[in-house]
């Protein structure tokens, strides 16, 4: 009896030496990648390349279809309806993946919601305006520029409203899912960002892209990567440990 004894103490040791050191594996490898922009872009690359290359595949079927049977300008019209859709959609994820990496660093729901606010507005703008304009443009595309956010209000603010409530809500459950939310919720923003991206060139001039695809393609993940990484982890870290010590001063 006294030998059973000593081994199940050895064997209950045993595995909760390995539960725990399979727990500080865990948490060393999901924070491993927050010290720095660059292992951040680095691991979030291939959801980017994947997720741009989907996009695409959804573009040359709208493209296909349209040719044929539709004029240039149908397909405009259709583009920018699918851009404003698309915009809106990432609008309500960013936010969300914003809040998410956000309480996990930091549980001060006013600096939340102030880093969720400006951060979506500021990037979401960057990634699916600004930098489509100017790579069509970098192309002698002759492109108009375009700026919904603030023109399209009335449809902004419920997008935003909701991403932060489900943010606030997703980064509330129990710790051991954050890791598979923040990642989940990164690439459907990145995919959601190619889509604006894309939509965005073609409704405003870039209507022949399918010819210079490879740069499309390339430019795509330059243009959401970096942004969406910068909104979904980097801003909200770096804003939650900042808050963080300036509460303990």
Not at 106 to 113: D, E, M, V
Not at 136 to 152: N, P, T
Not at 185 to 197: G, K, M, V
Not at 223 to 228: L, M, R
């Amino acid at each position: 009896m006294e030998n059973k004894s000593v081994n199940f103490q050895k064997i209950a040791s045993t595995n909760n030496d390995s539960t725990a050191h399979s727990h500080c594996h865990n948490h060393s490898h999901e924070h491993d990648h927050g010290h720095n922009l660059w292992g951040e872009l680095a691991h979030h690359l291939p959801y980017a390349i994947f997720s741009v290359a989907l996009s695409l595949v959804i573009l040359s079927f709208v493209s296909f279809l349209s040719f044929g049977q539709f004029e240039q300008g149908a397909l405009k019209k259709g583009s920018k309806m699918l851009f404003h859709g698309f915009h809106f959609m990432h609008i309500t994820f960013a936010a969300t993946g914003t809040l998410i990496t956000f309480f996990r660093f930091s549980k001060n729901i006013f600096r939340a919601l102030i880093t969720g606010i400006t951060s979506t507005v500021f990037f979401c703008t960057i990634s699916d305006s600004v930098l489509p304009y100017l790579g069509g443009s970098a192309l002698g595309v002759d492109m108009k520029f375009h700026l919904c956010f603030f023109k399209e209000l009335p449809n902004v603010i419920p997008f935003l409203i909701v991403g932060l409530i489900n943010g606030w809500v997703m980064s509330r459950h129990h710790s051991s899912r954050q890791s598979g939310y923040s990642l989940t919720s990164h690439f459907s923003h990145i995919f959601i960002s190619s889509l604006a991206s894309s939509f965005y060139l073609v409704s405003h001039g870039f209507f022949d892209w399918y010819k210079q695809i490879g740069f499309v393609f390339l430019f795509l993940i330059i243009a959401v990567v970096i942004p969406c990484t910068l909104a979904d982890v980097v801003v909200p870290m770096t804003f939650a440990r900042a808050g963080k010590k300036d509460e303990k001063h």
